[in-house]
């Protein structure tokens, strides 16, 4: 794997819009865990959740914002290769996430299984957290990835195995637990991205 350091301008809004995703993702998650709760939810977890949401919504968008008004950079030759190849492999990882999520999901759906797909697609995340983390040098998404595939595992593993819980709560668990480390993620990608635009590196 290359060492080559990209651009500090393209760094930052890979890191910036890599969080708001993350934001997004977190609440489609966080939907998720809530929907399977009977009645939906409960006012101050709505509440908590939707606020949640929405501070780091607008924390991400701003420091997107922020990224993107950094100074055009000055992109050698190897930095394109470099940028050209990490494309590359992101989008393959990408694809293969899919693909996977969506061959697993058609299986539990034919052998009666529903239950286990929000921690099985959650399981495919993590792994594809952690391919990525390779490609972008990103030490942190292998702890991301890491917890994904953890608390999915669990999951699949804990909750049937324990008759009085209902197998419906494997999407509880799986949905606020993907969440909240999406979003933890996202709070830390944002800070240390804040920090950089503060004090760029070489100042």
């Given at each position: 794997?290359?060492?080559?350091?990209?651009?500090?301008?393209?760094?930052?809004?890979?890191?910036?819009?890599?969080?708001?995703?993350?934001?997004?993702?977190?609440?489609?998650?966080?939907?998720?865990?809530?929907?399977?709760?009977?009645?939906?939810?409960?006012?101050?977890?709505?509440?908590?959740?939707?606020?949640?949401?929405?501070?780091?919504?607008?924390?991400?968008?701003?420091?997107?914002?922020?990224?993107?008004?950094?100074?055009?950079?000055?992109?050698?030759?190897?930095?394109?290769?470099?940028?050209?190849?990490?494309?590359?492999?992101?989008?393959?990882?990408?694809?293969?996430?899919?693909?996977?999520?969506?061959?697993?999901?058609a299986y539990l759906i034919l052998t009666g299984q529903q239950a286990y797909i929000a921690a099985a697609t959650s399981l495919a995340v993590g792994l594809h957290?952690?391919?990525?983390?390779?490609?972008?040098?990103?030490?942190?998404?292998?702890?991301?990835?890491?917890?994904?595939?953890?608390?999915?595992?669990?999951?699949?593993?804990?909750?049937?195995?324990i008759p009085t819980i209902p197998d419906g709560a494997m999407n509880i668990a799986a949905g606020f637990g993907t969440a909240l480390i999406l979003w933890g993620?996202?709070?830390?990608?944002?800070?240390?991205?804040?920090?950089?635009?503060?004090?760029?590196?070489?100042?």
């Amino acid at each position: 794997m290359s060492d080559i350091q990209l651009p500090p301008r393209y760094e930052a809004v890979h890191a910036a819009g890599g969080a708001l995703l993350y934001v997004a993702l977190g609440a489609a998650w966080a939907l998720v865990g809530l929907l399977e709760l009977r009645p939906v939810g409960a006012p101050w977890i709505n509440l908590f959740l939707a606020v949640s949401a929405a501070v780091l919504f607008i924390f991400a968008m701003r420091s997107f914002q922020h990224a993107t008004e950094l100074p055009e950079d000055d992109v050698s030759e190897e930095q394109q290769q470099e940028r050209a190849a990490r494309s590359r492999r992101s989008h393959r990882v990408i694809t293969a996430q899919g693909v996977v999520i969506t061959v697993i999901s058609a299986y539990l759906i034919l052998t009666g299984q529903q239950a286990y797909i929000a921690a099985a697609t959650s399981l495919a995340v993590g792994l594809h957290f952690v391919a990525l983390a390779a490609i972008h040098h990103t030490p942190g998404e292998y702890l991301t990835g890491g917890l994904l595939i953890a608390i999915a595992v669990a999951t699949m593993y804990w909750i049937p195995r324990i008759p009085t819980i209902p197998d419906g709560a494997m999407n509880i668990a799986a949905g606020f637990g993907t969440a909240l480390i999406l979003w933890g993620s996202s709070v830390v990608r944002l800070v240390r991205l804040q920090r950089n635009l503060e004090n760029p590196p070489g100042n």
